[in-house]
């Protein structure tokens, strides 16, 4: 009611008298101060009598905003975020017994089944039906396990809810043989084919769940998305200077005036895990600490997205560096770690894997710890070429395909699968900067802000610190800003620019 009186206070002080129906009107609005202010400059003077027609409300102006940026060009835009899966570890049951173990597959397989169902396969029949089915048909099972036999046969066993079943990919199927090479133990796909001698299943057709092919979605906003991650604050390895070039950027205070421009499109800046370095990750790590408190390093994070505009909204998500649990599916960093962080009013905290919808784009946000079991068995991936890990995990729709070194929860319901299709797609933790396209989504592996550390060097791996993937949403355009050594004057560099 306040609001209302201040309100009409502006107007009276302005020589108007305000009609009932006015203030009505001003009651319904969120500003009813703002209204009144802008009556001025389009209401003609001879009136005297303010209508609600005369309320209108005033188009957005690019505004002055945190830090030196002039203009924003993304604050014409309201906020349009939806959180689809926010903390699903919340919905935690496991105890990590058999029984979880066997749910969980049954629930990978379920889902998956809708999906390859939903992408043409239903005439699929259950491993037990099939074992006294003749001629050709589908089966849709888990690999529990495959192999290259000394003839050059790949051998598999498919588990479904009903049974399990042997089959082969006999060797003279050349192009099949190689397609069943990417293929890893534990991912659901469809086989087709017949039941041979002593129930052993020929294999001449292999489907995986996959993506639809589409179109890149776009939005009719001209906004940008920040995709970052493994800032690993607190490691000597953490490169300060270059990370508050990155800081100095977004606030419009760094950078070409192209760069500045797009800086005032970013609207939203997502981080997928390993914000700190942690404490006890790894043997002897302290050694390699600046900030051997936990909260400490946790106190710098935020000092940090304190100095983010408040028109950016954040949205975080935790890394096996994060002081959580590791295994996947990753809760979210609890507010008693960062103090203070969850109040700041553009902050929005996840776990990983995460789905947010913004503007209409789905954004599935997830650390990577996986990729470090799925790297070394497939030949289209490398810690160089990171791509084709975001592809395969894509490809087989589940983000971490293998029960393997890194650590899963067994949930009775399969968190992991992909289930909804992303527009975007945002991972972390190989430290490798990457981006592709495929299928109409965008893979986007975002990098890192640590310098080679001495355990990448020994084992050669090649890190890609300082590299920013920018993401303009209207066309679907992805821009490297690079904040690494070399920086020029402006202390932003884009890709393909000399050093
Ligand atoms: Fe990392
Ligand atoms: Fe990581």
């Known amino acids: 009611m306040e609001k209302i009186q201040t309100a009409v206070k502006t107007l009276r002080e302005k020589g108007y008298l305000v009609s009932p129906e006015a203030i009505d009107q001003l009651k319904k609005e ?11 400059k389009k209401t003609p003077e001879s009136k005297a009598v303010i209508e609600p027609e005369d309320l209108k409300k005033k188009k957005k102006e690019k505004v002055k905003v945190k830090g030196s940026l002039k203009e924003a060009e993304s604050k014409q835009y309201e906020t349009d975020i939806e959180i689809l899966k926010k903390d699903i570890s919340r919905e935690s049951t496991s105890k990590g017994e058999v029984e979880d173990f066997v749910e969980n597959f049954k629930s ?38 495959k192999k290259t036999t000394k003839n050059g046969h790949v ?10 079943m042997k089959a082969l990919v006999p060797n003279n199927q050349k192009e099949l043989i190689e397609e069943t090479d990417e293929l890893v133990n534990d991912e659901v796909i469809a086989v087709e084919g017949h039941m041979g001698n002593n129930n052993l299943f020929i294999i001449n057709n292999v489907h995986c769940p996959d ?12 906004i940008a998305i920040v995709t970052t991650s493994d800032l690993h604050i607190g490691s000597k390895y953490f490169l300060e200077k270059n990370f508050e070039s990155f800081i100095e950027w977004l606030r419009g205070e760094r950078g070409n005036e192209r760069q500045k421009e797009l800086a005032g499109k970013v609207k939203y800046l997502t981080i997928a895990g390993d914000l700190v370095d942690g404490v006890g990750v790894y043997p002897d790590q302290e050694k390699e600490l600046t ?43 609890p507010p008693e770690l960062i103090e203070g962080l969850e109040e700041l009013p553009n902050v929005t905290m996840v776990g990983s894997p995460a789905v947010v919808k913004l503007h209409g784009l789905k954004l599935l946000m997830y650390h990577g710890t996986s990729f470090d ?15 084709g890990v975001l592809k395969k995990t894509l490809k087989a729709r589940h ?15 399969d968190h992991l699968v992909i289930e909804e299709v992303p527009d975007i797609y945002h991972t972390g933790h190989v430290h490798k900067n990457g981006y592709d396209k495929y299928r ?52 932003v560099r884009e890709k393909g620019e000399a050093a």
């Open 30 to 40: 969120e500003n009813p101060k703002e209204l009144a202010e802008n009556v001025d």
């Open 440 to 491: 109409g989504t965008l893979c986007v592996n975002s990098g890192t802000w640590q310098e080679k550390t001495p355990y990448q060097r020994k084992i050669g791996h090649k890190p890609t610190p300082g590299k920013l993937p920018v993401v303009e949403t209207k066309t679907g355009k992805i821009n490297v800003l690079r904040f690494d050594q070399g920086i020029n004057k402006e202390g």
């Open 399 to 413: 983000l971490h395909p293998i029960h393997g070194e890194k650590p899963m929860t067994p949930e009775r319901e």
């Open 155 to 164: 051998f598999m066993k498919l588990e479904d809810p009903t049974g399990l």
């Open 373 to 387: 079991d799925i790297i070394p068995q497939i030949k289209s991936a490398s810690y160089e070429n990171i791509k």
């Open 291 to 333: 900030l051997t408190d936990i909260y400490q390093q946790y106190k710098q994070f935020k000092e940090y997205m304190e100095q983010i505009p408040d028109h950016i909204q954040i949205i975080i998500g935790p890394g096996n560096h994060d002081a959580v649990n590791k295994a996947d599916p990753q809760p979210k960093i």
């Open 108 to 145: 990978r397989h379920r889902k998956i089944h809708k999906i390859l169902r939903r992408r043409g396969e239903n005439s699929a029949v259950d491993i037990e039906r099939a074992k006294d089915k003749e001629g050709d048909m589908k089966v849709i099972g888990l690999i529990t396990e």
């Open 211 to 222: 993506l639809p092919v589409r179109e890149l979605k776009t939005t009719e906003e001209d």
